[in-house]
């Protein structure tokens, strides 16, 4: 995600910190993330795949304009979730409401009308057909991250339309009234990490944000400390030999897994939804080695 954070003359002179959290703009997240994805695509040979989750990223774009209103946590809501030291949006008490089931159909519908597989194209057929029970389920699945290995396929549709109902709930949200919630958990939704940012903000200058895979709020995050267990001991940097440098793995010794760490500071194009796919090569390194991997992203199920 590239975010526009720009500089107010009245400020000039004066110290600056770097804000705690940082929401999404649906508007513009998922074609920037899009964009990122066919640029990938042109050079990998992963192509076909990166083609298909491009078009299904355009996909989302296109149906957040249509989509109604999202309600909101109240002033009420925000303060006691901050009191509790809890994130606003309850992933654990999500329901499938009617502007969810509406993002779903919008979302499945624009999904139809992109190229894929004919197994991508049976297991939407499966999904759109499925009853509201059906699809209460795999929301939950999907938001509890316990997707049945013979329904995976049908499990990231249903992903792709919660990350854009949850990134519009994050939007509504006061992004001053989040607190820290634990390591490795999203203030504004309890979800986890997809990857970790280094960025140069005018206010932010080389510090690191955590990227929710869910919602895709940023959060600070302390640099050189794992993103799972918090541990600042036992932290290392793996990547690919030859690679620019601009994305690596950070390992903890500790817990024994690792998050990227992507250099958006050297690479302002980074977004760390597609490049966390866009370098699934260092995923596979990584799987020879003693780490696991500990970011959530549900286009890299399976890894």
């Known amino acids: 995600m590239s975010v526009d954070i720009k500089p107010d003359p009245s400020m000039i002179g004066a ?40 078009g299904l990223v ?27 030291e809890m994130p606003p949006l309850d992933r654990a008490r999500t329901t499938l409401d009617d502007t969810l ?11 139809s009308r992109i190229e894929m597989p004919e197994e991508a194209a049976q297991a939407l057929t499966r999904v759109r057909r499925a009853d509201g029970a059906e699809r209460a389920r795999m929301v939950r699945d999907v938001l509890a991250h316990d997707m ?64 929710c895979s869910l919602c895709s709020t940023l959060w600070n995050y302390v640099r050189i400390r794992c993103c799972s267990c918090g541990t600042t001991k036992g932290i290392g940097y793996q990547e690919i030999e030859g690679s620019p440098g601009t994305i690596k793995a950070e390992t903890c010794d500790e817990c024994r897994t690792y998050v990227k760490v992507m250099y958006q500071n050297k690479d302002v194009a980074i977004e760390p939804v597609a490049d966390d796919i866009g370098t699934l090569g260092l995923d596979l390194m990584m799987r020879e080695g003693p780490y696991r991997r500990a970011a959530f992203n549900p286009f890299l199920l399976g890894y």
């Open 148 to 211: 049945p290995v013979e329904t995976l396929a049908e499990h990231v549709y249903v992903a792709a339309a919660l990350q854009v109902h949850f990134a519009r709930l994050a939007a509504a949200l006061d992004a001053k009234r989040l607190v820290p919630v634990g390591d490795g958990v999203c203030p504004a939704c309890g979800g986890p990490p997809v990857a970790s940012l280094i960025v140069e903000w005018p206010n932010a200058h080389g510090n690191r944000f955590c990227a």
């Open 101 to 111: 089931e509406t993002t779903l159909d919008a979302l499945f519908d624009a999904a």
């Open 15 to 54: 110290v600056s910190a770097p804000p705690f959290a940082v929401m999404p703009d649906p508007a513009t997240l998922f074609a920037a993330r899009a964009k990122r994805l066919r640029i990938y695509a042109a050079v990998s040979p992963l192509k076909p795949y990166l083609d298909f989750v491009a």
């Open 58 to 84: 355009e996909a989302q774009h296109a149906i957040v304009p249509a989509l109604p209103p999202v309600e909101a946590p109240d002033i009420e809501a925000m303060e006691r979730a901050s009191g509790f």
